[in-house]
């Protein structure tokens, strides 16, 4: 593929120097693009080819990207920060709009955010918890935004039921003759069908307050400064969307309290860090300025809990169905990562006591 020719119609100065794959990312293509500018300065930027399977509508999804930064863009200069740094930055094309259509796929542009790292895994539990105040602030700045006019990216995303809808027709089609592999796993979900659907539930009823949430709260979807280690800009926003705030909770800890890799395959190595439990519940309350209801704070162990057995739903889903969603990098990396989650979820079980304590000391 030509990166230098995609470049090159979008609204950039300078010369192109390389384009790179870039980060780890399960569904977009990332490339880190860099410029030579006038006098010899570099500058770079990040290139994604929108993965348009998994977001059927990459037009609405692009629509939703600029009306929220220019949104937080607003917040963030009222608060005092810098939105430069503190949002994403959409470079537009040079015939204008959000993205590229090329060859029918979908490209876009941002602004690279310089002296910054997004961790794979959490190096210090100061990391967790900034990353933690940084979601929590987003959804806060967020608050206001017009839910409304939000497209659904991809629909259900986060409707747990209907995950395991899924999950059955799959285990009916076994179009990959896998189902075979995974009754164990199976069996683990099945004993928990009911409680998975908790927060639908609540939902509908009304004792849940839907909020403009992110939806994609893994830690290397955060940016950290390097020299203040504070988390400066949340990116990835194709899934923000009406959502549940323990929603965002629950995928952080799924992914950053998790001892083990989320592919590990060794799952000894796999269990619920209490410790980074803790510094977590401590930012995520604190970035949301103690805007969550009593119920929603209540409910942070079970956020987590289905939002990990959730994402192994997916994953066990993606492995029966061929590995079509998720990107994968070895034979049954889809399954290898199934049963991170569906282990990380019996240790939430095992420990439940422990969680819940924890947030009683913050209620
Ligand atoms: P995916 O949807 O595939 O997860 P992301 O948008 O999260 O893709 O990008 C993948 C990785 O690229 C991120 O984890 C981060 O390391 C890096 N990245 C993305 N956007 C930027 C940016 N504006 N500045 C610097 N790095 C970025
Ligand atoms: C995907 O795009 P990325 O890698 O940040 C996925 C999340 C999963 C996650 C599992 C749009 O996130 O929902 O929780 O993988 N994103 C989408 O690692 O499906
Ligand atoms: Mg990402």
């Known amino acids: 593929m030509d990166i230098k020719k995609i470049i090159e119609k979008f609204d950039i100065a300078g010369r192109y120097l390389e384009g790179i794959p870039y980060g780890n990312g399960h569904i977009n293509d990332t490339y880190c693009i860099s410029m030579e500018e006038r006098r010899g300065e570099r500058r770079r930027y990040i290139l994604q080819k929108i993965n348009h399977h998994v977001f059927r509508e990459p037009d609405k999804l692009m629509e939703n990207i600029q009306n929220v930064t220019s ?22 094309g040079k015939s204008g709009g959000s993205y590229l259509l090329e060859d029918g796929e979908y490209w876009r542009v941002y602004k690279f955010i310089e002296d910054s790292i997004s961790l794979e895994k ?5 990391d967790f918890y900034e990353s933690a105040v940084a979601f929590g602030r987003f959804q806060r700045l967020l608050s206001g935004f017009d839910a409304s006019s939000l497209h659904e990216t991809i629909p259900d995303f986060h409707n747990t039921k209907d995950r395991i809808k ?18 164990k796993e199976l069996a683990f979900i099945k004993e928990r069908e009911d409680e998975a659907g908790l927060l639908v539930d609540l939902l509908e009823k009304g004792e849940l307050p839907l909020r403009v ?3 994609d709260t893994k830690l290397n979807n955060v940016m950290l400064d390097n020299k203040t280690g504070k988390g400066i800009c949340v990116i990835d926003l194709d899934t923000v969307m009406p959502g549940l705030a323990l929603y965002d909770f629950g995928d952080s800890i799924r992914f950053g309290a998790n001892t083990g890799a989320e592919d590990e395959q060794d799952l000894s190595k796999v269990s619920c860090d209490l410790n980074l439990f803790e510094w977590f519940v401590k930012g995520y309350l604190e970035g949301c300025a103690n805007s969550l209801t009593t119920k929603e704070v209540e409910l942070l162990p079970t956020g987590a809990k289905i939002m990990t057995l959730e994402c192994g739903i997916r994953f066990l889903m993606d492995y029966l169905e061929g590995d079509v969603y998720f990107k994968i990098h070895r034979e049954g990396h889809n ?4 049963r991170t989650q569906l282990k990380l979820v019996r240790d939430m079980e095992v420990h439940w006591n422990q969680l819940v304590e924890i947030v009683n000391k913050y209620k």
């Open 335 to 338: 399954l290898d990562r199934a």
């Open 71 to 92: 949104y937080l863009k607003e917040m963030i200069r009222k608060n005092g920060g810098d939105p430069e740094r503190e949002t994403l930055q959409v470079i537009p």
């Open 166 to 183: 899924k999950l059955h027709k799959a285990v009916q089609e076994d179009r990959y003759h896998r189902v075979q592999d995974v009754a």
């Open 213 to 215: 949430t992110h939806n």
């Open 122 to 126: 959490v190096e210090k539990p100061e």
